[in-house]
């Protein structure tokens, strides 16, 4: 494909990164968000592919990342 | 009748009429997903699927839904398509009494055929990867056999752990990975982060089908998975040596990715459309970096629906959930008669049980909800008489219509561990339990009016067996 998407459906971060692109070539690119790392193919219906589109539930914001409970907990260091 | 690799269970399954080929040309999205999602709703004797003409791959191979239906589980134990779920469960109890049987070591595992290593690995070149359901934060693998090792004392068989949990890619080389837990990984994971040290782990795609089944099987710790295996399988289970972390891996694998969990560090994951029919995370979990790639010529990419129940996950793990707790509670209650742990993984369990004496049932209940796999699982509970087969609901909720007093027969009790993952939960990792007793009161408990029960005619067992069999030998 020519371009990369310009932005992140699930998150609106800006930083687009290919992960694949289709063995026939030129079908579909496999692209990753830089901040959620929601992944995405390119010929994927719009309500996963596209901002606009991506249901409001499954959106999520920088804070919604950065407070993500860690599971499992890192356990503290022996001595 | 023991497979050995996922490919000659799919040549059975096609020969039983459980296979279909679908050749026309398919998206990867949404099609895969949305006809593995349709298997769960055409009826309980649904066909594996198997796709070999996806847009934009040119030789990608996928199976989907070779656990999903009750013929499809008969057929991976090597039972007659047709055997009754309560007939599997038993069998399966009475299989798993040879355990353990020792595995067989070989070397000429067909996956080192193929090899990616350091910077050359690349997931997307090896897998046809593609999306489940809407909301999946991306691909992933979520019917793997995944292989680690006891950091305290990696050299025990016993405590060498096959599990299936949750794994996002998140890079040609990345992986997010999901230890719950109550589960042995995140047991091995503790121990080594504790060091600060990596996990090695080594990641088993498309394996032979009781391989699958006990993968997703609540054992204990420090129980071989392996020689459960050979148990089910009536024969040793055919194992080999990962190249890189040396672990014990099926011999029959299509792909083994070898690796290691990143030591403390966590890293956004999912959400995942979950076997509890609800999407979980997102959560900042663990990360594993891929530093070797063994495979099959052409392999097979096996991977499975999960979402609303039932689907493939709820026949995978059904019975195989059944068993150990039968098994635990009638090594202390052998009055015990069946365990039907099908729902949500044992989220809830129905159980048969004759009662010792009066308030015996409800200690049966608080049992079920202390053994390994309640401590994770077993939110409720409901007691059943002898005579009523929990498999059958008709007949459980005649239990429960008929027998329940709700302020005597029902009991919470607050505040319990269940697995972080149950939508119900609150705080995640911590539910009320609820015990509700379906089972007729005995002495020194005298309440209700239960003294002229009807029950079956003394010749129906012998006529549902005559019928059963005429109906099979009809096709
Ligand atoms: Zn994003």
């Avoid at chain 2, 998140?170 to 503790?190: E, K, S, Y």
């Avoid at chain 2, 008669?337 to 010792?356: D, E, F």
């Avoid at chain 2, 009016?449 to 005559?466: G, I, M, Q, V």
């Amino acid at each position: 494909m020519n371009h990369l998407p310009v932005e992140c459906p699930r998150c609106a971060f800006e930083e687009i990164s290919l992960l694949a692109t289709s063995p026939v070539p030129g079908v579909w690119d496999v692209v990753q968000c830089g901040r959620c790392l929601y992944t995405w193919r390119t010929i994927e219906p719009a309500r996963r592919t596209r901002r606009d589109a991506y249901p409001d539930s499954f959106k999520l914001t920088a804070q919604d990342i950065e407070n993500a409970i860690e599971v499992p907990a890192v356990p503290p260091l022996l001595k | 009748m023991a497979y050995d690799d996922l490919r000659s269970f799919l040549d059975t399954l096609e020969k039983e009429g459980q296979l279909l080929r679908i050749t026309d040309e398919v998206l990867p999205e949404p099609d895969i997903a949305a006809a593995a999602n349709a298997t769960g709703r055409i009826g309980e004797n649904a066909p594996a699927l198997h796709f070999d003409n996806v847009k934009g791959f040119t030789d990608a191979r996928i199976a989907m839904n070779v656990h999903g239906s009750w013929a499809n589980h008969a057929l991976a134990l090597g039972l007659p398509k047709n055997t009754p779920v309560k007939e599997q469960v038993e069998e399966f109890a009475r299989r798993w009494d040879a355990f353990p049987v020792a595995p067989e070591r070989r070397e000429d595992a067909p996956w080192r055929e193929n090899t990616q290593e350091g910077e050359d690995v690349d997931l997307f070149s090896v897998l046809p990867l593609f999306r489940l359901n809407d909301g999946d934060g991306g691909f992933y693998l979520d019917k793997a056999a995944v292989v680690s090792r006891d950091p305290e004392d990696p050299d025990d068989f016993g405590k060498q752990n096959v599990g299936t949990y949750r794994i996002q890619v998140i890079g040609t080389d990345r992986l997010a990975f999901q230890p719950v837990p109550m589960h042995d990984v995140a047991q091995h994971l503790r121990k080594a982060e504790e060091k600060g040290e990596d996990l090695p782990i080594a990641i088993t795609l498309g394996n032979d089908p009781v391989m699958a089944i006990v993968a997703g099987m609540p054992m204990a710790y420090d129980q071989s998975e392996y020689e459960m295996a050979g148990a089910l399988r009536g024969a040793p289970a055919p194992i080999a040596t990962a190249p890189l972390t040396g672990f014990d891996v099926p011999w029959g694998s299509e792909v083994v990715i070898e690796g290691v969990i990143e030591s403390r560090k966590r890293q956004i994951e999912g959400p995942f459309g979950e076997f509890t029919g609800h999407y979980s995370g997102g959560r900042r979990m663990p990360v594993i970096r891929v530093d070797r790639v063994s495979y099959r010529t052409n392999p097979v990419f096996e991977s499975l629906y999960l979402g609303m129940p039932w689907t493939e996950c709820d026949y995978l793990v059904g019975p195989n959930t059944c068993v150990p707790l039968l098994k635990q509670l009638r090594a202390e209650f052998p009055e015990v008669q069946a365990v039907n742990a099908m729902y949500t993984h044992g989220l809830m369990v129905i159980i048969s049980t004759a009662k010792r004496y009066g308030g015996f049932a409800k200690a049966v209940g608080m049992r079920a909800m202390t053994t390994p796999h309640g401590l994770g699982y077993v939110a409720q509970v409901i007691l059943v008489d002898e005579d009523v087969d929990p498999f059958n609901l008709p007949q459980v909720m005649w239990a429960m219509s008929a027998k329940v007093n709700p302020k005597d027969d029902v009991v919470v009790i607050p505040n319990l561990s269940v697995l972080e993952l149950a939508p119900a939960a609150q705080p995640a990792g911590i539910s009320s339990k609820m015990i509700i007793d379906a089972t007729t009161p005995v002495a020194p408990d005298v309440r209700g009016n239960f003294s002229t029960p009807a029950k079956d005619l003394p010749e129906t067992a012998e006529w549902a067996a005559r019928l059963q069999r005429l109906i099979a030998a009809r096709g």
